[in-house]
C-alpha cells in the first residue's frame, strides 16, 4: 500500500492537482479552470467537486493521508484564509478544514510561493542538499518568495514572510499594488522588464529591432530574443531589471544568512542571462564573507513546484 497525497495548487487561472507519494512520484494530475466569480460557499463547494474527481482517480494500492492545499494569501492554525487573495475573492474566509472534513481526511494549507520553496528543497533543485536556508523567488507577472529553514517553511508571525517582491528597492519610486512604493515587483518581474524596456523605446534614444507589437505578442520573452541578438535596448533592460533584483538578493542574504536562492517563474528560462547582473548586484551590496558561499541556481519543478510542496506538507515538513 503506497501512502499518497491529494494535492491542490490554486491559482487565478487554473487549479493544479495531483496525486503524489513520499518520493515525489506524481502518480495522476489534472488542471481544472478557477471560477475566480464565486462566493466563498461557492468557492467551498467547487473544491469539494475537484476533491471528488481526485479521489476517485485513486486506486486500491493507495492510501491517502491527507489533502494539502496551496494559494495566494494567508491562512491561519485552522486553515482559514485570511486575506492576500485578491485575484479569487471566494476564497477569503474560506476553511480548507471543512473541505478535508468531508472526506473524513487532516488537511494543510500554506501560501502557494512557500509551498513551492518546500517542494523546491524537498524534490527539486535543492533536494539531497545541506542548504540550511533557502529563498526562492518566483519571476513571473509579479515577484512572489517563499523560504525554507533547516526544511521547514518560514512563515514568520503572520505568515507573511519570504515576500521579497515587496521588499523596497527604489526609495519613492513606483505605486505598488500593495499600497508602497519602489518595490522590487514594479521592477524585476515580467511586467518590470516590459515597462522598463517601453520606457526607453519612448525616449527614442536607441536604435531597436524591439517592437510594440513584439511585447505585446511575446511579452517579457521578446525582450530578452532581442537580447540574444545584440540589441543594446534590450540588453540594457536586462542588465537594469536584473541588477535591481541582485541587490534584493543581497539584502535578503545579509538578513537572513541564506546560503541557497532559487529563481523560479517563467523568467527562470533566461537564468543564464540574468545571474551575471545579479552577481555584479551581490558582489556591490552583498557581506563579502557570505557572497561566495550563498550557491544561487534555477528552479527545477516548474509548475509542478507547489503540487510537490503539498505533498511535501504531509511526508516531510
Known amino acids: 500500500m503506497t501512502d499518497i497525497v491529494v494535492c491542490f495548487d490554486i ?6 492537482g495531483a496525486l503524489i507519494d513520499k518520493a515525489g512520484n ?26 471528488e474527481i481526485f479521489m476517485n482517480k485513486v486506486s486500491s494500492d493507495m492510501n491517502v493521508i491527507g489533502l494539502a492545499m496551496a494559494s495566494p494569501g494567508v491562512s491561519d492554525k485552522n486553515t482559514v484564509l485570511l486575506g492576500g487573495c ?3 475573492e471566494g476564497m477569503h474566509g474560506l476553511r480548507f478544514s471543512d473541505i478535508g472534513d468531508r472526506f473524513s481526511l487532516p488537511t494543510k494549507h500554506e501560501n502557494d510561493a512557500s509551498t513551492a520553496a518546500l517542494g523546491e528543497v524537498v524534490y527539486g533543485a535543492g533536494k539531497g542538499s545541506e ?14 518568495g517563499g523560504l525554507v529553514f533547516d526544511g521547514h517553511i518560514y512563515r514568520g508571525s503572520k505568515g507573511y514572510a ?20 519602489g518595490c522590487l515587483e514594479q521592477y524585476s518581474s515580467a511586467n ?39 540589441d543594446q535596448l534590450a540588453s540594457d533592460t536586462v542588465s537594469e ?24 517563474g517563467g523568467l527562470c528560462k533566461d537564468f543564464d542571462m540574468i545571474i551575471p547582473h545579479i552577481d555584479r548586484a551581490l558582489r556591490e551590496y552583498g557581506l563579502l564573507l557570505s557572497v ?25 515538513a
Open 162 to 181: 519570504g515576500e521579497i517582491g515587496h521588499t523596497c528597492v527604489i526609495p519613492g519610486g513606483l505605486e505598488c499594488n500593495c499600497g508602497g512604493y
Open 86 to 88: 485578491e485575484n479569487i
Open 241 to 264: 531589471c536584473s541588477h535591481i533584483l541582485g541587490m534584493a538578493i543581497a539584502h535578503a542574504m545579509n538578513m537572513l544568512d541564506l546560503d541557497l536562492v532559487l529563481i523560479g
Open 192 to 230: 518590470g522588464y516590459i515597462r522598463n524596456a517601453r520606457q526607453r523605446m519612448h525616449k527614442k534614444l536607441y536604435n531597436t529591432i524591439l517592437t510594440e507589437e513584439d511585447i505585446i505578442r511575446d511579452k517579457a520573452k521578446s525582450i530578452f530574443d532581442a537580447a540574444k541578438k545584440g
Open 292 to 316: 561566495p558561499l550563498l550557491t544561487i541556481k534555477p528552479a527545477s519543478l516548474g509548475n509542478d513546484a507547489g503540487v510537490l510542496g503539498c505533498a511535501a506538507l504531509f511526508f516531510h
Open 26 to 51: 506524481i502518480l495522476y494530475k489534472e488542471s481544472i479552470e478557477t471560477c475566480t466569480s464565486l462566493d466563498t460557499k461557492e468557492q467551498e463547494a467547487s473544491l469539494v467537486k475537484c476533491t
Open 131 to 144: 542548504y540550511k536556508s533557502a529563498l526562492l523567488i518566483t519571476l513571473g507577472t509579479g515577484v512572489g
Open 11 to 16: 491559482g487565478g487561472t487554473l487549479i493544479k
